[in-house]
């Protein structure tokens, strides 16, 4: 299973970027599609997930700017990032639960992480 990440870049203040991430390989199923990301000297943290069925959970920090979808057809889920601020730069990484057709089991899988950079 592979997760491939696009989308980051440098964008001002203010501005939108759009991430995607899709998953290959050999996929049974997929439950939950999410993002995280892990700003310099900080924690990982939530910022959008998105479960099969439809319910989204969201970080207290993105609330109100950010929306999460997901295109099950392609694996794909995407983050709608706008009004960005500078505190949101991070590398952004998506994050995939998923049962592989060998397996019986779920398991988190990561992208490779994307690099968003939010100037004052």
């Known amino acids: 299973v592979q997760l491939q990440a696009s989308g980051g870049g440098l964008v001002q203040a203010g501005g939108s970027l759009r991430l995607a991430c899709s998953a290959s390989?050999?996929?049974?199923?997929?439950?939950?599609m999410g993002w995280y990301r892990q700003a310099p000297g900080k924690q990982r943290e939530l910022v959008a997930s998105?479960?099969?069925?439809?319910?989204?959970d969201y970080g207290d920090s993105v609330k109100g700017r950010i929306t999460i979808s997901r295109d099950n057809a392609k694996n794909t889920v995407y983050l709608q990032l706008n009004s960005l601020k500078p505190e949101d730069t991070a590398v952004y990484y998506c994050?995939?639960?998923?049962?592989?057709?060998?397996?019986?089991?779920?398991?988190?899988?990561w992208g490779q992480g994307t690099q968003v950079t939010v100037s004052s």
């Open positions: 998105k479960t099969s069925g439809g319910i989204t």
């Open positions: 994050n995939v639960r998923i049962m592989r057709t060998t397996s019986i089991t779920w398991n988190d899988y």
């Open positions: 390989g050999s996929i049974f199923g997929i439950n939950i």
